[in-house]
């Protein structure tokens, strides 16, 4: 950030802090939303259009391959190669862009592309527009929950679009597509069924209607011999000066299921009715808080809540059928059946966000869990469009149920919820990775002579899970389950090495790893080492289930101390040239890496250590260096929404520190005031009295009216609405 704007920025808090709760809040918090930020750098994210939690994110993409394109869109790019409907927000793998759209002119190619300009370009919640250079198109894309419809108009009299089957982002060019038998019905309509095969193994039907029929279709040549899919180029006769109108239906199930989601959201081609349900769509979401602070602040507020409501996606039909796990199609009790779950990311910051912001959504997210775990014969893992790649370590559905449980949803049956945990944490499933069950429960920790890569980090998520299924299991009287995971869950402690105060690996014959550095990244299975997208520095904090048991293993108070400022001021750098570098690992305080995500609660662990003004200030320097409100605001990618649940906590002066079982963390508040109405319809008004640059010290804290004692508040004091006021100061 330019000096100018930052001391603008600050000048802007200061005066914030004075203006009343809530002053200049008009309903049209979407006004605020800037997709593009976290477009560029490591932030994945994408400028579609997108429905709060829908099926579809229709708009345009700069590249398909590589760690740059997860989302299709980079910030930097000048040339958009189509439209595809499908985008993942953040990730660090690369999968979607189902069916893409081009207009062009002249001949036709798989490789049609286009200029185009940034002050051409319109991105909303809900809308994307831009102008093509080189055909003179302007292409207008907006969604329903579960369809998608464009606006497109050329500068003469004919129209040309491609339409392109075989395209996807991620996987090989030509053979991630296994089948495909899309054709025309008739002159209006495209219809069709594909298998992909990329992170995941999916199959997706659509039907693409056009307002007006098309005077010609060419099926182009196959650009390599292992396509599968065709390619249409089509010609409009747009005499009349009308821009051509395309909508899409899209369905995990089958091409029928594609009609019904177009017949009963999109019957018509009422593209700006359509245009502004989905920008009212967002704003019942995002009125759920009002957010005071700057301009600059208010964007990165809007967006961040914006980017946490993209997904999980209602994958589910207008009937309720999907495609489930294990590739059978299924209906959903409650007509949600949610996927994309990054639950290694999510669950820990935001799920437990939706159940103070959005519990609605709560209970079906729990039973789409449970209904996964019946096809597939274990909770999930990482799932896309129904199917689960089970990419990352742990077993995070579990902590995202035992919390629902905790905080008293309902949407799902408890028994059969906990038989899906407990079968998830001590039965061996076929097919399924990164579990070893036998080798943990025998040596009590992961050999890492026979568990050659992340060793460590999946003992230490495990771990967490069975914290969370002991409490689960002892609240519904299983008391010798209770006592099995309770022990499983202290396993961390055989990792820890005494003499070093690190995290480590360790043998069959109970050996340390040696030669040891803690500072060696390790990344996933692909390469040996005992860690997952860190190193020892940052995973040997990894015990939010026991943080007062970890003060007492790294030799009590003071030398944990020590060691946690240590974490946050040692200069080694991390960069290309150290050992193992791991793209993930960014936005760097010291060893702190805040761009990935086994560090977001380690800022809160110095309320344990006595130093709440440490968490004050690093709060603030992270807020300052790695939320920006511009395209290359974020500091590492959004994960589905995890990066910006944590802003929106810590926004408010509290975070999840442990995200099972209703507990927060206080931080400092970073706004002067947010308000949050929740689904019911409670209020939660948070304000920050006297906050300024000097004033980021957090004097005392009350709930309605209450002296707050401790360093906690619980979920339940504040679901049902309230006040909770932070007094600000200059010193600790």
Request: aromatic share 12%; charged share 25%; glycine share 10%.
């Amino acid at each position: 950030m330019a000096a100018a704007a930052l001391i603008s920025s600050l000048t802007g808090l200061a005066l914030a802090a004075t203006l009343p709760c809530g002053a200049g809040a008009t309903g049209d918090n979407a006004r605020w939303v800037r997709p593009e930020i976290g477009t560029a750098y490591n932030g994945h994210t994408f400028v579609a259009a997108a429905y709060p939690f829908g099926m579809l994110q229709p708009g345009p993409d700069t590249g398909r391959t590589g760690w740059d394109y997860c989302s299709g869109y980079r910030w930097d790019d000048t040339r958009i190669t189509g439209f595809s409907q499908t985008h993942l927000n953040g990730t660090g793998c690369a999968d979607l862009g189902d069916i893409r759209l081009m207009p062009f002119s002249g001949a036709p190619g798989p490789d049609v592309s286009s200029a185009y300009r940034k002050e051409t370009q319109a991105a909303t919640p809900g809308y994307y527009a831009v102008t093509l250079d080189d055909c003179g198109a302007r292409v207008e894309a907006t969604v329903t929950e579960r369809c998608a419809i464009y606006r497109m108009s050329w500068p003469k009299g004919e129209g040309r679009l491609l339409v392109d089957c075989q395209y996807g982002i991620g996987g090989g060019l030509a053979s991630s597509i296994v089948s495909c038998d899309a054709r025309p019905e008739d002159n209006r309509r495209i219809v069709g069924t594909t298998r992909r095969r990329c992170w995941v193994d999916r199959r997706y039907s659509f039907v693409i209607e056009f307002d007006r029929p098309f005077v010609s279709c060419e099926i182009l040549p196959k650009a390599s011999p292992g396509e599968k899919a065709p390619r249409f180029a089509l010609s409009f006769d747009l005499a009349d000066g009308a821009p051509l109108l395309a909508k899409i239906g899209y369905s995990t199930v089958d091409t029928d299921g594609a009609r019904r989601n177009l017949g009963r959201e999109l019957p018509g081609f009422g593209f700006d009715d359509a245009r502004l349900a989905a920008r009212d769509a967002w704003n019942r979401y995002l009125s759920r808080a009002d957010a005071d602070g700057t301009d600059a602040e208010k964007q990165s507020f809007y967006t961040a809540l914006y980017h946490a409501f993209i997904q999980p996606n209602n994958i589910a039909d207008v009937d309720g059928r999907y495609r489930g796990a294990d590739g059978k199609v299924a209906v959903a009790a409650g007509g949600e059946y949610y996927s994309t779950l990054s639950l290694w990311d999510t669950y820990r910051a935001a799920n437990p966000l939706y159940t103070l912001v959005v519990p609605e959504k709560t209970g079906p997210i729990v039973a789409t869990m449970v209904e996964h775990w019946e096809a597939a014969g274990f909770l999930p893992i990482w799932t896309l469009m129904g199917r689960d790649n089970q990419c990352m370590i742990g077993s995070h559905a579990v902590p995202v149920i035992v919390d629902a449980y905790l905080k008293g949803f309902g949407g799902f049956d408890p028994e059969t919820a906990y038989a899906a945990v407990r079968n998830t944490l001590r039965e061996r499933h076929e097919g399924r990775r990164k579990e070893n069950w036998d080798l943990l429960d025998k040596y009590g920790y992961y050999p890492n002579d026979i568990v050659k890569s992340e060793s460590v980090a999946r003992l230490l998520e495990c771990a967490y899970d069975d914290w969370c299924a002991s409490v689960f299991a002892e609240r519904l009287g299983r008391a010798e389950d209770a006592e099995f995971f309770r022990r499983r869950s202290g396993s961390w402690r055989n990792v820890l090495d005494p003499e070093t105060g690190f995290v480590r690996g360790r043998d069959t014959s109970g050996a340390w790893t040696t030669p040891f550095d803690p500072f060696a990244l390790g990344h996933d299975s692909s390469r040996r080492s005992d860690f997952t997208e860190g190193n020892s520095w940052q995973w040997t904090w990894h015990v939010m289930q026991d943080p007062e048991g970890l003060v007492a293993a790294l030799g009590g108070r003071e030398k944990a101390l020590v060691k946690l400022l240590a974490l946050f001021e040692e200069s080694r750098s991390i960069d290309e040239t150290s050992p193992g570098f791991v793209l993930d690992v960014t936005g760097l305080v010291g060893q702190y890496a805040h761009g990935n995500e086994p560090s977001h609660h380690v800022v809160y662990f110095f309320q344990y250590l006595g130093r709440p003004d440490r968490t004050a200030e690093l709060v603030r320097e992270i807020f300052d260096k790695f939320y920006l409100a511009k395209p290359d605001g974020l500091c590492g990618n959004d994960d589905c929404g995890q990066m910006s649940a944590w802003y929106v906590f810590s926004s408010m002066g509290f975070y999840p520190f442990n995200p099972c079982g209703g507990e927060y963390v206080i931080g400092a508040p970073q706004l002067p005031c947010v308000r949050i109405t929740t689904g019911t319809g409670r209020v939660l008004t948070v304000k920050a009295l006297n906050l300024s640059r000097e004033n980021k010290y957090v004097k005392s804290v009350s709930l309605d009216g209450r002296p707050l004692e401790g360093f906690k508040l619980r979920h339940a004091d504040i679901a049902g609405g309230g006040e909770l006021v932070f007094e600000m100061g200059p010193r600790p």
